[in-house]
């Protein structure tokens, strides 16, 4: 079965500085999707970026990067330019293109310094 | 707006009482799961659902109970709670599956006494 690991249960960031968030999985497909969800103190769930295996093109979203090594099956997120706003757990996400199987990592809970 | 709707926000029940908690996406995603947060652990998949009729067990379905009679629906049954089923439930829908992100409903803090 696929897993997911986020190594850093805490991390800490001062507004304006680069913080990057670790997730590896452990997988054999070769069909899959991985994601990073926000989850700020209201407790919603919030997308923050999708990567799909297939693509060797990192994504981003406007502060938020990813580093995709897929061949170390590591998909690291990065913020830029930290804002007060970005504080909150975030959850790495695997999803498996085979039987749709959703696994999610435990977490990383992010603060932000002003 | 488009929403995943779930209720109710907390629940406080006692150990053996059946309860239902509901879960309702108005985006016409076919599918649809459930999950539990507990800390430490992230979010663990209970059941899911590929389109009406059709549903599957996640990484942790043994006390729980779904079904999927309409494409819109898709409740959560714990037909005889018991204290370790205590914890925080999300309900989901995507479009598909693949990179389709999913919508999250509000959660549901259960707590069993």
């Known amino acids: 079965a696929q897993t997911v690991t986020q190594s850093q249960p805490e991390m800490s960031v001062q507004e304006a500085e680069t913080v990057t968030l670790s997730c590896t999985y452990d997988?054999?497909?070769?069909?899959?999707?991985l994601f990073w969800y926000k989850q700020p103190p209201s407790r919603q769930m919030i997308l923050v970026i999708r990567q799909e295996a297939y693509k060797q093109q990192n994504a981003t979203e406007n502060r938020f990067s990813v580093n995709f090594q897929k061949a170390a099956k590591s998909f690291s997120l990065k913020i830029s330019d930290s804002q007060l706003g970005d504080a909150a757990m975030y959850f790495c996400?695997?999803?498996?293109?085979?039987?749709?199987?959703?696994?999610f990592g435990a977490g990383t809970r992010l603060t932000v310094k002003p | 707006e488009a929403q995943v709707t779930q209720n109710p926000r907390y629940l406080i029940t006692v150990t053996g009482k059946k309860l239902t908690v509901t879960c309702s996406q108005n985006m016409n995603h076919e599918y649809m799961s459930w999950y539990r947060q507990d800390p430490g652990l992230g979010l663990r998949q209970i059941y899911y659902?590929?389109?009406?009729?059709?549903?599957d067990k996640g990484d942790v379905p043994e006390g729980y109970k779904v079904s999927r009679k309409e494409k819109r629906n898709f409740p959560l049954i714990l037909e005889s709670p018991s204290p370790n089923q205590t914890s925080l439930y999300f309900c989901?829908?995507?479009f598909g599956q693949g990179n389709s992100p999913l919508h999250f409903g509000n959660g549901t803090r259960l707590t069993v006494t």
């Open positions: 989901a829908s995507s």
């Open positions: 659902s590929m389109n009406v009729e059709v549903t």
């Open positions: 996400a695997y999803r498996s293109g085979e039987n749709n199987d959703m696994r």
């Open positions: 997988t054999s497909e070769s069909d899959y999707y």
